[in-house]
């Protein structure tokens, strides 16, 4: 159950499937009501519910919407609809899962959990993928890594990435002076702000300097009264809210220097792709990230910006630092992130691929 205005489903999957002429519908639970949005239809089942409850009563409503809708393909997004993809399966109708997260790996970095209840939770969704993947008719995936994990639980998977739409969304000429004077904020970091996201130590690294840091996104895991406690919450740091918009987030971006995505260790993070990085790309922006292997390889192959021990404050400190100081070096660091959008890393090439696939299972629109 994601947001109504996801970017990967209904930014960039619906809208792409909606122009190419296939009739599309939206489950959500969010309580908004029912809309027709961009030739989307968006089904509400009403505010989901929170566990265990959500198991029961909102799935139920999804499923009960998903039988009156009688699709011709299915195309779903949550792991815990994986069962329900195979009851639709049976009634006939064509089912893709689209995979967003390796979600043993997540499991697994639930410090939540005890290490023993972690593994059987982990050893579990790994069984069931196993077991109901094979019998749907196709799978996506959001890396090649997660891709390469399932390629045997799949008789058709692809992988699509969910890179920038250079095509009405982003301009075609982002401001790529990092000096310019309409840009406030020396930082920004956009997305969820929670526990391992890297805010904590981001927000340590602003103390006792003048720069300035944008936010935009929802507070999850008890993380907010952390940050609120640092003082240079206050002196240095902007928050300017959560939005769908995806014009807002594209405004703020604009406006700043430097993007931000210093995620902390997590077996997750360190194989897939972050998505904001993609975004800070394609405004021009030269990037911060944390230094796993994954990402530092896409850093390498861009030349779009540095990479950090996300748990060091001082390393980030000097990043930060150094970018700010050297702002010719920054400015062709964006200008590489930006190429990089435009002849590899962007919806057009993964939009086809979407439409291969679906064109493939259901012929034409």
Not at 15 to 28: I, K
Not at 116 to 125: D, E, G, Y
Not at 172 to 197: C, E, F, M, N
Not at 272 to 288: D, N, P, Q, R
């Given at each position: 159950m ?10 960039r999957?619906c809208r792409?499937l ?12 969010d309580?908004?009501g029912?809309?027709l ?8 089942v ?9 198991f ?17 393909l ?12 195979l009851?639709?399966?049976g009634?006939g109708?064509?089912?893709i899962?689209d995979?967003?997260?390796?979600v ?5 970095g ?10 059987l939770?982990?050893?579990?969704v ?10 749907l ?20 998977i692809?992988?699509?990435?969910c ?13 790529l ?10 930082l920004v970091?956009i ?6 996201r890297?805010l904590i130590?981001?927000v340590q ?7 300035t840091?944008?936010?935009?996104g ?8 952390q ?37 902390l ?9 972050c ?10 922006l ?11 390889a ?7 910006g540095?990479t ?10 000097s ?12 400015q062709?660091?964006?200008r590489?992130g ?9 919806w ?13 299972l259901?012929?034409?629109?």
């Amino acid at each position: 159950m994601h947001y109504r205005k996801d970017l990967r489903i209904f930014v960039r999957e619906c809208r792409s499937l909606a122009r190419a002429g296939y009739q599309v519908h939206y489950v959500v639970a969010d309580g908004q009501g029912d809309e027709l949005l961009e030739g989307i239809h968006i089904h509400d089942v009403g505010l989901r519910r929170p566990l265990p409850w959500r198991f029961i009563e909102t799935h139920a409503a999804i499923k009960a919407k998903a039988v009156e809708l009688a699709a011709d393909l299915y195309h779903f997004h949550d792991p815990e609809l994986m069962r329900m993809g195979l009851q639709l399966k049976g009634n006939g109708a064509k089912v893709i899962a689209d995979v967003h997260e390796d979600v043993p790996k997540e499991m697994l970095g639930n410090t939540k959990k005890s290490w023993p209840r972690r593994q059987l939770s982990a050893f579990a969704v790994d069984r069931l993928e196993q077991f109901i993947l094979p019998k749907l008719d196709a799978v996506i995936t959001p890396t090649p890594i997660l891709e390469a994990r399932l390629a045997s639980a799949s008789r058709r998977i692809q992988t699509i990435g969910c890179f920038p739409d250079l095509e009405g969304e982003f301009p075609a000429q982002p401001i790529l002076d990092t000096q310019a004077a309409d840009k406030p904020y020396d930082l920004v970091y956009i997305g969820s702000i929670g526990p391992l996201r890297g805010l904590i130590e981001n927000v340590q690294a602003l103390a006792g300097t003048s720069w300035t840091y944008a936010l935009l996104g929802d507070f999850q895991g008890g993380v907010a009264q952390q940050l609120f406690e640092l003082p240079a919450w206050k002196t240095n740091v902007s928050y300017l809210g959560f939005t769908q918009e995806r014009t807002k987030v594209l405004e703020v971006l604009g406006k700043a220097r430097i993007g931000m995505a210093t995620l902390l260790p997590h077996p997750n993070y360190a194989t897939a792709y972050c998505l904001k990085v993609f975004e800070y790309m394609a405004m021009g922006l030269a990037v911060i990230t944390s230094d796993f292997p994954f990402w530092q390889a896409l850093i390498d192959e861009c030349q779009c910006g540095l990479t950090v021990d996300s748990t060091d404050v001082k390393a980030i400190q000097s990043a930060v630092d150094y970018l700010l100081t050297h702002p010719a070096e920054a400015q062709q660091m964006g200008r590489n992130g930006r190429r990089a959008i435009e002849q590899k890393y962007n919806w057009a090439t993964q939009e086809q691929l979407l439409l291969n696939l679906y064109y493939q299972l259901l012929g034409p629109p």
